[in-house]
């Protein structure tokens, strides 16, 4: 009897170490691959995130009958002596002074009637939507260079998704308590 608890003392202890040595192994490599995150990201985490090659259309019949400080207000910076406000404004400070900075940040425009339209520029391409309560249209979907565009639309939201195979950026669209309300995903 003795030597059976004997035996069945030392292989409890045996699995006991094997267990913990391999959880301490396991746990390493588990930390490396898949690290801790607190919470989602923030917006300006996102644009952070997005390449400094990324360029809103400059060629559009919508920009030039909108106001357009948007395309003169990053190349400001390089034709005065301050570059500190750029580097404020931008939230990634490699991108060359000459090239535009993403703005996800941009307003909605109210054209009138309680229609709104906005523009938004993701590392896919670039989408023009129009809201109101009771009509969602994408007006323009243009995929950047090696990238596929592909339109979702049912009749109380959209979604408009460049694709390549590395790539998706997604423009989610609806109308929210008397507002409309967009989310932007990119994911890799």
């Not at 913990?20 to 644009?47: D, V, Y």
């Amino acid at each position: 009897m003795r030597r059976r608890l004997a035996y069945l003392l030392v292989w409890a202890v045996a699995t006991a170490v094997a267990a913990g040595g391999s959880w301490l192994g396991i746990r390493s490599i588990i930390g490396a691959a898949a690290p801790q995150r607190n919470g989602p990201l923030s917006a300006a985490e996102l644009r952070a995130a997005a390449p400094a090659t990324i360029a809103p259309p400059t060629p559009a019949a919508s920009r030039s009958a909108s106001p357009a400080p948007a395309p003169a207000t990053p190349a400001a910076p390089p034709t005065s002596a301050s570059p500190s406000p750029s580097a404020s404004r931008s939230a990634s400070p490699t991108p060359a002074p000459s090239q535009p900075e993403v703005r996800q940040a941009g307003a909605w425009q109210d054209t009138g009637g309680g229609v709104f339209r906005r523009e938004f520029a993701v590392r896919g391409g670039t989408a023009v939507i129009t809201v109101s309560e009771s009509a969602i249209t994408v007006v323009s979907a243009t995929a950047a260079a090696g990238f596929e565009v592909d339109q979702d639309a049912a009749p109380s939201s959209s979604r408009v998704t460049f694709e390549n195979d590395t790539h998706s950026s997604s423009i989610w669209v609806t109308w929210r308590k008397d507002a409309p309300y967009a989310e932007i995903t990119e994911t890799v």
